[in-house]
């Protein structure tokens, strides 16, 4: 089929423009129950596009916000004067240092897989426009991963992965920013110029959209030699910053090592010095055997062991072995509340000097302390994004 944009997939459409004028050709298996409904949509899209042309849409089950997203990739395929169609997200943005123990990649150009995943739990659902993406549907992505945004109330964070502002990741911006992320992640970060690049870009498009200033975070992924020895740079490039995050296989592609807890020794430690010298989260990449789960275990209490506040997780099999992981256990909180009462029982005398268990505290342990609490109070809640 020339000119279309989908999928035969289930919860997908295939779209393709067709002569004649305004006007909807739909197939679908359920034309007595979904047909007019279909319809509709595909109409009430158009009309939003203002577009005179008409299209065809052969149906697999697509939601609506799918077969909108298709749709308007068509016609604006097919005439690219034709401007970006509006969403309504009504999505407010979050606090820069909320939990942020897992980011759930999806890939943003299969609607199957993108199904249900703001269900899953994860703290961060990161909707990825780069790796998983074949560059034939780039443009397409980005446009469904928009209406994805504006038709899903996420309970937690919600990013988009955009490519490299050097390949096509401007367009991403200008686009997803419509449907209104708490973040997007920067991949292949390797200095504070790509982050300011960004950043500039995102206040540029916050403005046209009229958003407020900076409240579109920035998560920068460390994927090689250089973004690893440029680590504090990138981490202190901006308010924007809340977090940087580890990608282990371009990373040992880049420097010809082998994945192995030796050879990304140096990058993590790295990482997680950066990040705590900026005052910002640090997560550790994604652990890609499916079928090794105390292999994942192993690596979650590593990474945390080093300092990571979490771990990218590429199946939602994955989250609960990574919560567990990087949530604050019963005993860590106890020991962080007395932590607190010591310091507290010393302003209260006078005292300049703060104690516990015969060990001196200091200012970033009681700090820890304070937020150790915090996460565990917000956890235990069930904050959403705004927590």
Not at 43 to 48: K, S, V
Not at 107 to 122: F, K, Q, T
Request: proline fraction near 5%; charged fraction near 30%.
């Amino acid at each position: 089929m020339t000119g279309h944009v989908g999928m035969e997939e289930k919860g997908d459409c295939l779209v393709e423009p067709i002569p004649g004028p305004v006007t909807v050709d739909v197939a679908t298996k359920s034309e007595a129950l979904l047909g007019t409904g279909l319809r509709a949509v595909a109409e009430e899209t158009l009309r939003a596009l203002g577009a005179e042309g008409a299209v065809r849409v052969a149906d697999f089950g697509a939601l609506d916000y799918v077969i909108a997203a298709r749709i308007e990739a068509v016609i604006r395929a097919a005439n690219p004067k034709i401007g970006a169609m509006a969403v309504s997200p009504g999505r407010e943005p979050s606090k820069r240092d909320r939990p942020r123990r897992s980011r759930l990649y999806a890939p943003g150009n299969r609607p199957r897989l993108l199904a249900g995943i703001e269900v899953h739990g994860a703290d961060c659902v990161l909707l990825d426009l780069e790796d998983s993406v074949p560059p034939a549907e780039k443009d397409s992505a980005r446009i469904l991963v928009k209406h994805l945004l504006g038709a899903i109330r996420f309970p937690g964070e919600v990013w988009a992965r955009v490519n490299p502002l050097e390949v096509c990741g401007e367009g991403d911006v200008r686009e997803i920013l419509i449907g209104r992320p708490h973040g997007l992640c920067l991949p292949k970060a390797e200095s504070a110029n790509d982050v300011e690049r960004l950043s500039e870009l995102l206040s540029e498009r916050e403005a046209e959209l009229g958003l407020s200033d900076g409240t579109t975070w920035i998560m920068p992924i460390l994927e090689t030699a250089r973004g690893v020895l440029h680590a504090e740079e990138i981490a202190g490039a901006g308010e924007r910053v809340v977090a940087i995050a580890f990608g282990a296989e371009d990373y040992t592609r880049d420097v010809g090592g082998v994945r192995s807890r030796d050879a990304l020794l140096f990058a993590r430690s790295k990482i997680v010095a950066a990040a705590a010298a900026a005052g910002i989260q640090a997560s550790d990449t994604v652990w890609s055997d499916l079928d090794d789960e105390d292999g994942l275990a192993e690596e979650c209490a590593h990474a945390r062991g080093l300092g990571f506040d979490g771990k990218g997780a590429i199946n939602p099999r994955q989250l609960p072995t990574i919560h567990a992981a990087f949530s604050p256990s019963p005993e860590e909180v106890e020991r962080a509340r007395r932590v607190v009462e010591a310091a507290e029982a010393a302003e209260a005398t006078g005292s300049g000097a703060v104690a516990l268990d015969g060990k001196m505290i200091d200012r970033p342990v009681l700090d820890r302390a304070k937020r150790l609490i915090r996460d565990a109070e917000i956890l235990t809640s069930g904050g959403g994004a705004g927590a």
